[in-house]
């Protein structure tokens, strides 16, 4: 079974400045996806950005980027120019792209790491 | 992007009721929904996979007979939370996936439901 994990419980970052977030997962495929949720205090679950581990380029989304390390199996998000409204809790995620599950993926969540942005 | 509901967003119920959960997807359609639970400050723990006109997949250690599941049609499924006692109360998150499955899809959440058992 895969697993993910969040070893950051808190951050915290100054508006306007840089912070990474740091994600490694275990598993034993070759071929998956990667996430990275937000979750605000509204409790709405939001993708921020996904990476696909057949791509070597880094995912960007805007602020957001990825470091996807496939071989250290790690995967940290970089958000840039922190605004307060990246306050909230951030989840990464891993989903299976291979068969036979290939048609019901499940997303396995880390435990979470909850961003604080300080004006 | 695409929206997925959920009704209501919050319940308080006394405890023996039965609670009904609706998620759906506004502008497309999903063949497969998910439904997490979520403990205060923890992450979210899947329930169950719903595909549209099958049984539900429940993950090991879920009731099934507890929370029924039923995806009726592509744009909505329903939990029913049976019997509910004070332990069934959380967050519960439901989210559905655009697409047949493949590479593109994405998962899109509903708000939340939280459900409080008196």
């Known amino acids: 079974a895969q697993t993910v994990t969040q070893s950051q419980p808190e951050m915290s970052v100054q508006e306007a400045e840089t912070v990474t977030l740091s994600c490694t997962y275990d598993?034993?495929?070759?071929?998956?996806?990667l996430f990275w949720y937000k979750q605000p205090p509204s409790r709405q679950m939001i993708l921020v950005i996904r990476?696909?581990?057949?791509?070597?380029q880094n995912a960007t989304e805007n602020r957001f980027s990825v470091n996807f390390q496939k071989a250290a199996k790690s995967f940290s998000l970089k958000i840039s120019d922190s605004q307060l409204g990246d306050a909230a809790m951030y989840f990464c995620?891993?989903?299976?792209?291979?068969?036979?599950?290939?048609?019901?993926?499940?997303?396995?969540f880390g435990t979470g790491t909850r961003l604080t942005i300080i004006p | 992007g695409a929206v997925v509901s959920q009704h209501p967003s919050r319940v308080i119920c006394k405890s023996g009721t039965s609670v009904k959960i609706e998620c759906r997807s506004l502008?497309?359609?999903?063949?497969?929904m998910f439904w997490y639970r979520q403990f205060p400050k923890q992450s979210l723990m899947l329930m169950a996979t719903?595909?549209?006109?099958?049984?539900?997949?429940?993950e090991q250690g879920v009731e099934k007979d507890k929370f029924l599941i039923n995806h009726a049609s592509l744009t909505l499924s329903t939990l029913t939370v049976t019997s509910a006692h004070p332990e069934d109360s959380s967050f519960y998150i439901c989210?559905?996936?655009?697409?047949?499955?493949?590479?593109?899809?994405?998962?899109?959440f509903g708000p939340g439901t939280r459900l409080t058992v008196l």
């Open positions: 598993t034993s495929e070759s071929d998956y996806y």
């Open positions: 719903s595909n549209e006109g099958s049984k539900a997949t429940y």
């Open positions: 995620a891993y989903r299976s792209a291979e068969e036979p599950n290939f048609g019901n993926e499940k997303l396995t």
């Open positions: 989210s559905a996936r655009d697409g047949a499955g493949g590479g593109t899809d994405t998962q899109y």
């Open positions: 990476q696909e581990a057949y791509k070597q």
């Open positions: 502008d497309f359609q999903a063949t497969t």
